[in-house]
């Protein structure tokens, strides 16, 4: 089974790690993924750094997520999958902007993130709605 680490450097200290990391858990389990997973929640300005740097696109954005997967031929029993960066900033103003609870948006974020790094990806409308019922499946679940 996977293993999920979740760590929150942001200065907000009212998000629910716990329901978060177990959503996590539940997505890679229903995709028999036995690669680990690292989350990181930040500020919107670290987050500003990240998308600058590793996107060179200019501003925030509310989710990044990063790929590790190795050569399948590695020995080692299990890998890193990814790690998946969300401002929790963007999730409280999100959250206000599409009148869902602030857990609700986080949840939605982890979901998104941890599909890009399962392989869905939103680059046609049908991709999209394929990732969107997913996110709300997961979210929905808990």
Excluded: C, P
């Amino acid at each position: 089974m996977s293993e999920v680490f979740i760590e929150n450097i942001s200065s907000d200290s009212k998000v629910k790690l716990s329901s978060l990391k177990k959503l996590a858990q539940e997505i890679l389990k229903d995709f028999s993924e036995k690669d680990n997973l690292n989350i990181i929640l930040v500020s919107d300005s670290f987050m500003r750094k990240l998308n600058q740097r590793f996107t060179r696109r200019k501003g925030t954005t509310d989710v990044l997520s990063f790929s590790f997967k190795e050569d399948k031929n590695t020995k080692a029993k299990r890998s890193l999958l990814g790690e998946v960066y969300i401002s929790v900033n963007r999730a409280r103003k999100q959250a206000r902007d599409y009148q869902a609870t602030f857990d609700q948006e986080l949840k939605r974020l982890v979901a998104h993130g941890t599909l890009h790094l399962l392989g869905y990806d939103h680059k046609t409308k049908k991709d999209l709605e394929k990732m969107r019922e997913k996110e709300e499946k997961y979210i929905f679940s808990q």
